[in-house]
């Protein structure tokens, strides 16, 4: 079967760091994804983890562990404007099955 | 959301009707997906393409029947619909470049309520 369990929501004042927690557990993994949706949009990529670590990408960073099952997504320097929900989505095969979603949101 | 096009944005179907929907992408990829996605849940997987010609079912085909029959096309269909599939529907398509590097692209959104 397919699991991916991330937080519903989470609170974070502007300036700060949040750290948006994944695990999963499937059938198959070739890789993990991050996306990031504003509210009546669509999903726009973040990051895609294939081996085990840390991976940077300007104020977002995206970590790795497959023998745990787990991943996270790291927002440095919160602005108002990361007030959205992310995605974590692992790659299956020849698909991609996603998580539920985390609202962030960003307080002034 | 550049070279991934969706059509209709919006529709609103009474119960038993029929409709289609369209994904379009002039960016060559191979796989493609169809998702819905329901208030307060993550995207769940209709059914997918790998290739001109081929399809298999996702996590919720029931309802749903889709067709590659041009590389850059993916149809959804609903044949008869029902108040259950209300939903916002997504189509992405991807191109793997080797195992560590790729690009994914998701439609606009079609927004589908069934009366």
């Known amino acids: 079967g397919q699991n991916i369990d991330q937080p519903t929501e989470m609170t974070a004042t502007e300036g700060a760091i949040v750290q948006i927690n994944c695990t999963y557990q499937?059938?198959?993994?070739?890789?993990l994804f991050w996306y990031q949706q504003h509210a009546g949009e669509a999903p726009t990529f973040l990051s895609y983890?294939?081996?085990?670590g840390l991976e940077e990408k300007g104020r977002f960073s995206s970590f790795l562990s497959r023998s745990k099952g787990y991943s996270y997504l790291l927002l440095k320097e919160l602005q108002m404007k990361d007030s959205a929900s992310y995605l974590c989505?692992?790659?299956?095969?020849?698909?991609?099955?996603f998580g539920a979603g985390t609202r962030l949101f960003v307080k002034a | 959301n550049a070279g991934v096009t969706q059509t209709p944005k919006f529709r609103v179907l009474k119960t038993g009707q029929s409709m289609t929907l369209l994904c379009a992408q002039d960016m060559n990829h191979e796989y493609m997906y169809w998702y819905r996605q329901d208030p307060g849940m993550g995207l769940r997987l209709i059914h997918y393409s790998v290739g001109e010609g081929t399809t298999a079912k996702g996590e919720v085909p029931d309802g749903y029947n889709v067709s590659r029959l041009k590389k850059q096309n993916f149809l959804l269909g609903l044949e008869s619909a029902a108040p259950s599939q209300t939903s916002v529907y997504f189509c992405?398509?991807?191109?793997?470049?080797?195992?560590?590097?790729?690009?994914?692209?998701f439609g606009p959104g079609t927004r589908l309520t069934v009366t």
């Open positions: 983890n294939v081996l085990d």
């Open positions: 992405a398509s991807i191109t793997f470049q080797g195992t560590l590097s790729y690009e994914q692209y």
């Open positions: 989505a692992v790659r299956d095969s020849l698909k991609t099955i």
């Open positions: 499937t059938s198959g993994f070739n890789g």
